[in-house]
């Protein structure tokens, strides 16, 4: 009993029978019997769970159900009805954002087939990430653009083979993946190949790093370098490890040779500073020797001065010279400065030691004492006597003497002569001159004997000179013996070797005749000088056969430099009225090449080829420069020129173009003088710059303001595409998009643009087309608010035609009629007065019926055929071969129908079940 109870009173949705429960979910409300239907779409019969999602109208709900494990291949399919659009009416955007949290790829891959709207795909498809079911996508769907985008996003070889062969449903995503496919493929190869290439190269330069050091080798190393950067694809881990620890190892060896080349070059730094810094002491010590030659006295202050810089140029010469040996024309020198110091030093002694006897002498006037003092001191000649010298020699009446002396000028003369050829010897002595001051020892002998005797001093002198002379020849004699020893087997293991070449053993027998002369006649014997000429003479007599080829090489190479000067100067002579100075500057480099490779030449003729080859350059240079002054001028008046177009009332890409061919003179026209080329460039591209950017400028200017009309077009596009008209009047948006579309005209030409213009085309066609319906909707729906009017009209109608009495038919209150409806009332009223016949109005009726089913685009009998034809054929005379707006059309067809009358019951009966089909049939409007 209990559970037949609860089976009487137990909902029906819970019933036993599928059936009854199917009919209790398709009657259940959402909002209030919520959970009843969340069990029904559990329930085991598929169509109880397809009748209980079908009254659930919320996408979310579903996801919701789906997420908790509620979800069913009903629930599956429902959902993806309801966000494809083809059920319910859920906003676009909404369904958008829903799209965008679903992770399930198979209802992404059922709402980018079928959705109703193109960017409800294309979002569906950026969550698909399987290739497959992009694969897919690409090939089946309905819409070009989801098409393409999920073709971009196929990137595998297998998925474009794939694509290639499966897309045949579009011919640009067949075309674009067999191009992908092979650029790919050829993109594997390029890698192999750059992977070989980088393999070779990889060794070479392992091996270049184990080579050692030669000139070439940093050069080859660069070169390896930029051969392998200039590879397109990347190394893999092992070739850049591999690479880097080569680099590694030639960078070393490189470093290693610049270590050591820095080396030996800061040590010739070094050591050519420490000369300059020797030098720059030798000269200062020279120029304070020399200011006090040049003085008036000679102090004490003077001489200890002196006496400081000797002391700290010795100190510093000592220092340098521990570092780096001085060479010896230095040294020469400053051993000649020491000792006339040291002379200067010397006599300032003396001088001290003799003070007080000076003093002495001249306090007691002893004459005789004062002149033996002065003499003791033995004062340098040249050098400003001191104060205390100079009182002596003023007291003992010098002057006097002089002036005798003068008298016998003659003696004086030949002595003074004699004095300036001793210290001649004197000099040749200390630069070990042996030639030199030996004859020039023998020439003085002889004058000696002509000499005075009073020229004891110059007798002294010469023997004393006489002394070192002998003592150079000893010297001389000592080193030179030895010396020719050595040259002497020199020569002779030359005259044995044959290994050289014989331009080496020409160098060598010359550099060791000159070093045999160099010795003179210093411990020269006869023993020496056999041994020396035979071995020089063989050595001759197996050269001579080269000397003579190396005469006639030099007589190849003088006729060679002659037929250079003879092609120059005939060049010269009639030079190219416009000749190009780049061309005469390479010719002139090809000469000096050509005249350096020509070498060497007969050593009588190579002064005069010299000669003539230099005037030859010279005439040369100057047409170049004649013709570089003359290019600079023209390149001055292209600056002027291009100065001026620069400033002209011209349009920007006029400039550019005037400025392009202005430059295109300016390379015609060659180089102006070297530094004078750079400036001129300078300025002429500063101004082309100048130009060249203003173009740019008003060429990015223009790119952004089509870029932004695209992008307001866009953004029109996707609002006009979002918008989903309701009413009637909603044709003011429409018309003001149109408006909008037109102030962003004219758009840049490209597949972008003509694509957004087919698609604008298709939404403002289908926008146009909903309007349409909406407004055909209104017009049915406002007759249908004319039934109580249309009753009133048919039952006076009724009263009519049956001879009764009838009143005219009165608008009901509340009722809101157009001005053409109005008049067809009052048509209606009169038409009951005076009613037509019965045939005319049914005819009437049908002629409107007809014109009804041609507005719905539904069929009418075969017999009324001619009827359409004829309507049709009104409509486009009235409209003067346009077609006219349905609704307009269906308000006077519904006009004509209200005014038509009196009309009986049967009639009405028989035509009113076809009109209110045909109504019906006007306001269904395909979903948005």
């Known amino acids: 009993?209990?559970?037949?109870?609860?089976?009487?009173?137990?909902?029906?949705?819970?019933?036993?029978?599928?059936?009854?429960?199917?009919?209790?979910?398709?009657?259940?409300?959402?909002?209030?019997?919520?959970?009843?239907?969340?069990?029904?779409?559990?329930?085991?019969?598929?169509?109880?769970?397809?009748?209980?999602?079908?009254?659930?109208?919320?996408?979310?709900?579903?996801?919701?159900?789906?997420?908790?494990?509620?979800?069913?291949?009903?629930?599956?399919?429902?959902?993806?009805?309801?966000?494809?659009?083809?059920?319910?009416?859920?906003?676009?955007?909404?369904?958008?954002?829903?799209?965008?949290?679903?992770?399930?790829?198979?209802?992404?891959?059922?709402?980018?087939?079928?959705?109703?709207?193109?960017?409800?795909?294309?979002?569906?498809?950026?969550?698909?990430?399987?290739?497959?079911?992009?694969?897919?996508?690409?090939?089946?769907?309905?819409?070009?653009?989801?098409?393409?985008a999920a073709a971009k996003r196929i990137t595998s070889e297998e998925g474009l083979k794939t694509l290639a062969h499966s897309a045949r449903r579009d011919r640009h995503v067949m075309r674009d993946a067999r191009d992908r496919l092979n650029r790919l493929r050829a993109d594997a190869d390029a890698i192999q190949r750059a992977k070989k290439q980088r393999e070779s190269l990889l060794n070479t330069l392992e091996?270049?790093?184990?080579?050692?050091?030669?000139?070439?080798?940093?050069?080859?190393?660069?070169?390896?370098?930029?051969?392998?950067?200039?590879?397109?694809?990347?190394?893999?881990?092992?070739?850049?490890?591999?690479?880097?620890?080569?680099?590694?190892?030639?960078?070393?060896?490189?470093?290693?040779?610049?270590?050591?080349?820095?080396?030996?070059?800061?040590?010739q730094q070094q050591r050519e500073q420490a000369d300059q810094e020797r030098e720059a002491l030798v000269m200062a010590l020279e120029d304070s020797l020399q200011a006090l030659h040049q003085g008036e006295t000679l102090t004490d202050q003077d001489l200890a001065s002196l006496r400081s810089q000797k002391q700290i140029t010795a100190s510093r010469w000592q220092s340098l010279s521990e570092r780096h040996l001085a060479n010896e024309s230095l040294r020469q020198r400053y051993d000649k400065a020491l000792k006339t110091y040291d002379q200067i030093h010397q006599a300032y002694q003396r001088l001290y030691e003799h003070a007080d006897a000076l003093k002495a002498a001249i306090q007691e006037g002893n004459e005789d004492e004062l002149t033996t003092l002065v003499i003791a001191c033995d004062w340098p000649s040249g050098l400003p006597l001191d104060k205390r010298l100079a009182r002596a020699v003023h007291y003992l009446h010098l002057e006097r003497d002089l002036a005798q002396k003068e008298d016998d000028s003659e003696t004086e003369q030949r002595i003074e002569r004699f004095d300036t050829e001793l210290v001649r010897l004197e000099s040749l002595l200390d630069d070990g001159s042996f030639k030199g001051a030996s004859r020039l020892h023998q020439r003085l002998r002889h004058l000696s004997e002509r000499l005075p005797a009073s020229a004891e001093a110059q007798h002294a002198r010469l023997k004393r000179l006489g002394a070192r002379l002998a003592e150079l020849r000893d010297w001389r004699g000592f080193v030179a013996k030895p010396k020719r020893e050595q040259l002497c087997q020199a020569i002779e293991a030359l005259k044995q070797n044959t290994q050289l070449s014989e331009r080496d053993r020409d160098h060598r027998h010359r550099q060791l005749v000159k070093e045999w002369k160099a010795l003179g006649d210093a411990a020269a014997s006869r023993e020496h000088s056999e041994r020396f000429r035979t071995a020089s003479d063989h050595i001759r007599a197996t050269l001579e056969e080269w000397h003579e080829h190396q005469q006639q090489e030099r007589l190849r190479n003088l006729k060679e430099r002659e037929a250079l000067c003879e092609?120059?100067?005939?060049?010269?002579?009639?030079?190219?009225?416009?000749?190009?100075?780049?061309?005469?500057?390479?010719?002139?480099?090809?000469?000096?090449?050509?005249?350096?490779?020509?070498?060497?030449?007969p050593r009588d003729q190579a002064e005069s080829i010299g000669r003539r080859f230099g005037r030859i350059r010279h005439h040369l240079q100057a047409l170049i420069d004649r013709r570089a002054n003359e290019i600079a001028e023209a390149k001055r008046a292209l600056i002027e020129e291009i100065q001026t177009l620069s400033q002209a009332e011209l349009s920007a890409e006029q400039r550019a173009s005037r400025a392009k061919a202005l430059q295109q003179r300016w390379r015609e026209l060659g180089r102006a003088p070297k530094g004078e080329e750079q400036a001129l460039w300078r300025q002429f591209r500063h101004l082309c710059d100048r130009i060249f950017a203003d173009r740019d400028a008003k060429r990015d200017d223009k790119a952004q303001k089509t870029k932004e009309r695209l992008e307001q077009m866009q953004a029109l596009i996707d609002r006009l595409d979002a918008w989903q008209p309701t009413h009637s009047q909603d044709a003011s948006f429409l018309d003001q998009a149109l408006s909008e579309a037109q102030t962003l005209e004219p758009l840049p030409s490209g597949r972008r643009t003509e694509g957004m213009r087919k698609r604008w085309t298709g939404i403002v066609r289908a926008r146009r087309e909903r309007l349409e319906r909406i407004g055909v909707a209104e017009k049915v729906n406002r007759w249908r608010q004319l039934t109580p009017l249309i009753n009133a009209h048919l039952h006076a109608d009724n009263a009519a035609l049956s001879g009764h009495h009838h009143e005219d038919v009165e608008v009901p209150e509340g009722l809101d009629l157009s001005n053409a409806l109005l008049r067809a009332h009052n048509q209606r009223n009169?038409?009951?007065?005076?009613?037509?016949?019965?045939?005319?109005?049914?005819?009437?009726?049908?002629?409107?019926?007809?014109?009804?089913?041609?507005?719905?685009?539904?069929?009418?009998?075969?017999?009324?055929?001619?009827?359409?034809?004829?309507?049709?054929?009104?409509?486009?005379?009235?409209?003067?071969?346009?077609?006219?707006?349905?609704?307009?059309?269906?308000?006077?067809?519904?006009?004509?129908?209200?005014?038509?009358?009196?009309?009986?019951?049967?009639?009405?009966?028989?035509?009113?079940?076809e009109l209110d089909r045909l109504l019906d049939s006007l306001t269904h409007l395909p979903p948005p």
């Open 567 to 601: 092609q120059l100067e005939a060049l010269l002579e009639q030079p190219a009225a416009h000749a190009d100075p780049d061309a005469l500057r390479l010719i002139r480099d090809q000469a000096r090449d050509r005249w350096h490779r020509t070498s060497p030449v």
């Open 830 to 913: 009169v038409a009951r007065h005076h009613p037509p016949a019965e045939s005319d109005v049914a005819e009437r009726l049908t002629r409107l019926r007809v014109h009804l089913s041609l507005l719905a685009g539904g069929p009418v009998l075969h017999q009324e055929e001619p009827l359409r034809l004829a309507i049709q054929v009104e409509r486009l005379n009235d409209n003067l071969g346009q077609v006219p707006e349905r609704a307009d059309e269906l308000a006077s067809v519904l006009c004509e129908l209200l005014a038509t009358g009196p009309v009986s019951s049967g009639l009405w009966q028989r035509e009113v079940g």
């Open 207 to 267: 091996q270049h790093s184990k080579s050692t050091w030669e000139p070439l080798y940093a050069g080859r190393f660069r070169h390896l370098e930029r051969e392998w950067n200039k590879l397109a694809s990347l190394p893999d881990a092992s070739q850049e490890s591999r690479f880097q620890d080569a680099c590694l190892r030639c960078r070393k060896v490189i470093q290693d040779h610049e270590a050591q080349e820095h080396a030996l070059q800061t040590s």
């Open 1 to 148: 009993m209990p559970g037949l109870l609860r089976r009487l009173f137990s909902p029906r949705w819970q019933h036993s029978d599928s059936a009854v429960r199917r009919e209790a979910a398709a009657r259940l409300a959402f909002s209030s019997q919520r959970e009843a239907l969340e069990q029904l779409a559990q329930d085991p019969e598929p169509d109880v769970r397809l009748a209980a999602l079908q009254r659930i109208e919320d996408p979310e709900h579903l996801l919701t159900m789906r997420s908790k494990g509620q979800g069913s291949r009903e629930l599956d399919q429902h959902l993806c009805a309801l966000l494809c659009g083809r059920i319910g009416n859920i906003d676009l955007a909404r369904r958008q954002h829903m799209v965008e949290t679903i992770d399930d790829p198979e209802l992404l891959e059922v709402v980018a087939l079928q959705g109703d709207n193109q960017q409800l795909r294309l979002s569906a498809l950026q969550h698909i990430e399987e290739e497959s079911l992009l694969i897919r996508q690409a090939c089946d769907n309905s819409i070009a653009a989801v098409r393409h």
